[in-house]
């Protein structure tokens, strides 16, 4: 099964600041990978499909890069209402697969 | 608006079975499949397969090969999850998604809460 590793596992930020969390596979997975984002006691909500397209709806300062074993999500200008845990997802290869998460506490 | 409605909480005792219902409306429900996700409390998200819609066809993570059964009735656009013999560890919130091809996740349902207690 391929493994997902996001770093960090944690990190505090400030409004305004630009965050990058990285979601690394054990494996090559191509382009298969998604980001969703989860807020406490809320379902976890798609924002980025396929490394680096943007789902409907989602705001602009979210963007994702990466292919192969090293993808990134880039969130621009943080907002206080982007505190929450986000998960990278493999679609590549059974089973499918999450990291870990990495939870945004805002300052 | 396209949404998934999942049944209410269970409470259920170890050894016994649990069946959660994922009720599809807005779209064409044999159109996709659904994939089902849990997580269990304070933890991460847990793929643990997916049925297409459109004929049935399923894939299950192999940790729960043999106790879990997905199924969809076409006629009220209702999928539906069975997970068998319940142990403490299967405690968790349990969340349907919809799911085209077995790739992104993009509608979800409101998550159904399992716990599993003598």
């Known amino acids: 099964e391929i493994v997902l590793t996001q770093s960090p596992d944690f990190q505090s930020v400030t409004p305004k600041e630009k965050v990058t969390i990285t979601c690394r596979a054990s494996q090559s997975i191509g382009s298969s990978l998604h980001w969703y984002q989860q807020k406490p006691d809320q379902s976890p909500k798609l924002l980025i499909k396929?490394?680096?397209q943007s789902f409907s709806g989602v705001p602009s300062r979210f963007s994702g890069s990466g292919s192969g074993t090293d993808f990134t999500l880039t969130i621009n200008s943080l907002e206080a209402e982007d505190a929450a845990t986000y998960y990278c997802?493999?679609?590549?290869?059974?089973?499918?697969?999450f990291g870990q998460g990495t939870k945004l506490e805002i300052k | 608006q396209v949404q998934l409605v999942q049944s209410g909480a269970e409470v259920k005792k170890p050894g016994a079975s649990v069946k959660v219902s994922c009720k599809a409306s807005?779209?064409?429900?044999?159109?996709?499949?659904i994939s089902w996700v849990r997580q269990a409390p304070g933890q991460g998200l847990e793929w643990m397969g997916w049925i297409s819609a459109y004929n049935g066809n399923t894939n299950y993570a192999q940790k729960l090969q043999g106790r879990v059964t997905m199924t969809t009735d076409t006629s009220t656009s209702t999928a539906y999850m069975e997970l068998r013999s319940l142990r403490s560890d299967d405690t968790a919130v349990y969340y349907c998604?919809?799911?085209?091809?077995?790739?992104?996740?993009?509608?979800w349902g409101q998550g159904t809460t399992v716990t599993v207690s003598s």
């Open positions: 998604a919809r799911d085209q091809v077995l790739a992104f996740m993009d509608v």
């Open positions: 396929y490394a680096s």
């Open positions: 807005g779209y064409t429900f044999t159109s996709y499949g």
């Open positions: 997802h493999q679609s590549s290869s059974l089973p499918h697969t």
